[in-house]
């Protein structure tokens, strides 16, 4: 199984940007599917954006279409999130997750194969 670790996170003021950075372990990375998702305070999990095997599928939260980038590296067994003009209701750890299918990504997390331990994004006024 995939295992996954999450970088990238910290502090930054409404309006900046974060790039986020998802390593996966294993040889099998290419055979996934990759998701972001990320948790409030005291909120549920929600979806954020997901890529295909191949990379040449993206699908995104509509909060965040527009200003959010999902990409991956296969060859560096890694996938991004760049993150722009971030607000502050944003301020959540960040989650990555590997499947088979976009689609059970983005309607299904609860079954995803594999789940990174998180990375915190602060964004301050």
């Known amino acids: 199984q995939v295992q996954l670790v999450e970088s990238g996170g910290g502090s930054v003021q409404v309006g900046g940007s974060l790039r986020l950075s998802c390593a996966a372990s294993g040889r099998t990375f290419s055979s996934y599917a990759m998701g972001w998702f990320r948790q409030a305070p005291g909120k549920e999990r929600e979806f954020v954006a997901a890529?295909?095997?191949?990379?040449?599928?993206?699908y995104y939260a509509s909060s965040v279409k527009g200003r959010f980038t999902i990409s991956r590296d296969n060859g560096k067994n890694t996938v991004y999130l760049e993150m722009n003009s971030l607000k502050p209701e944003e301020t959540a750890v960040y989650y990555c997750?590997?499947?088979?299918?976009?689609?059970?990504?983005?309607?299904?997390?609860?079954?995803?194969?594999?789940w990174g331990h998180g990375t915190l994004v602060t964004v301050s006024s």
């Open positions: 997750a590997a499947d088979r299918s976009t689609l059970e990504l983005r309607t299904s997390p609860n079954n995803v194969d594999a």
């Open positions: 890529i295909n095997q191949d990379g040449d599928n993206t």
